[in-house]
């Protein structure tokens, strides 16, 4: 998880992004990577948490805060 921060998200102390669209993103990620044993939700939101992020509860589910995914450029 923690490289995946470093590959696809940016540290910003103002910004958040929706849990369920990082996690969709991280197993993106992981399979381009050959990555076979990816974290569920839970501890793929755990070690957000480990890393430092924050989370938070709106009304559309729960967002990391801390943090924002990298502009893709296709």
Do not use: M
Request: proline share 4%; glycine share 12%.
């Amino acid at each position: 998880v923690a490289e995946f921060v470093e590959d696809c998200c940016v540290v910003d102390p103002d910004g958040s992004e929706p849990a369920f669209l990082l996690f969709g993103v991280y197993g993106l990620w992981a399979d381009r990577c050959g990555i076979r044993n990816k974290v569920g939700i839970k501890q793929f939101r755990d070690r957000l948490t480990l890393l430092g992020f924050g989370d938070k509860r709106v009304a559309a589910g729960k967002l990391v805060t801390g943090l924002k995914l990298k502009p893709v450029v296709v």
